[in-house]
């Protein structure tokens, strides 16, 4: 299999060693940067009332996967505060538990790789985590649009770039594929 394909109740792919090892090193560092932004906090009760940050991400990754909701409004700076204090540790924590689906899957796959399936949650929670990871590379690529993309697979093959931008071809494969898969 090259990409996912449909499988009663989800979606399959076989991944090999290297590929395994590529998504399983990705999603672990993301896990970690996620980390960099915050922890949540061990009581629950108390995590119902902990307040998340105000100020958006300095990473530059972190800021793409936290975008500012607001941009228009005259008072879009007070508006996104706002409204990331309300809903960044959730996302965050989402966004990890995503990353940390996708490395069990994977790590369940064993050293050499196999096929994976994966019910309808698991897709949810790969589409997640594919989606964050293509959004992290991408960003760390200096891809903003889509013509940032397409200049960069006219990379000289000796560029360093190279195998970054095969990586980021290659999670976007998984996602749509993933998506096409799970559609009715």
């Given at each position: 299999?090259?990409?996912?394909?449909?499988?009663?109740?989800?979606?399959?792919?076989?991944?090999?060693?290297?590929?395994?090892?590529?998504?399983?090193?990705?999603?672990?560092q993301?896990v970690?940067?996620?980390?960099?932004?915050?922890?949540?906090?061990?009581?629950?009760?108390?995590?119902?009332?902990?307040?998340?940050?105000?100020e958006?991400?300095?990473?530059?990754?972190?800021?793409?996967?936290?975008?500012?909701?607001?941009?228009?409004a005259?008072?879009a700076?007070?508006?996104?505060?706002?409204f990331?204090?309300?809903?960044e540790?959730?996302?965050r924590?989402?966004?990890?538990?995503?990353?940390?689906a996708?490395?069990?899957?994977?790590?369940a796959?064993?050293?050499?790789?196999?096929?994976?399936?994966?019910?309808?949650?698991?897709?949810?929670?790969?589409?997640?985590?594919?989606?964050?990871?293509?959004?992290?590379?991408?960003?760390?690529?200096?891809?903003?649009?889509?013509?940032?993309a397409?200049?960069?697979?006219?990379?000289?093959?000796?560029?360093d770039?190279?195998?970054?931008?095969?990586?980021?071809?290659?999670?976007?494969?998984?996602?749509?594929?993933?998506v096409?898969a799970?559609?009715?």
């Open positions: 299999m090259e990409g996912f394909e449909p499988f009663p109740g989800g979606a399959a792919i076989r991944l090999g060693q290297a590929e395994a090892s590529i998504l399983r090193g990705l999603a672990s993301l970690d940067l996620l980390a960099t932004r915050g922890e949540s906090v061990d009581d629950p009760i108390a995590a119902i009332f902990e307040p998340g940050p105000s958006p991400p300095a990473d530059p990754v972190l800021a793409r996967l936290f975008p500012d909701a607001y941009d228009d005259d008072d700076e007070e508006h996104s505060a706002e990331r204090r309300f809903t540790n959730d996302l924590n989402r966004k990890r538990d995503d990353a940390k996708l490395i069990a899957d994977v790590d796959l064993g050293p050499d790789g196999g096929i994976l399936s994966l019910d309808a949650e698991d897709c949810r929670r790969w589409l997640g985590a594919l989606n964050d990871l293509r959004l992290a590379v991408a960003t760390r690529l200096g891809i903003a649009t889509e013509d940032d397409e200049e960069l697979y006219d990379l000289p093959p000796d560029d770039r190279v195998p970054t931008v095969i990586v980021y071809s290659w999670l976007n494969l998984l996602q749509d594929s993933l096409e799970v559609m009715p």
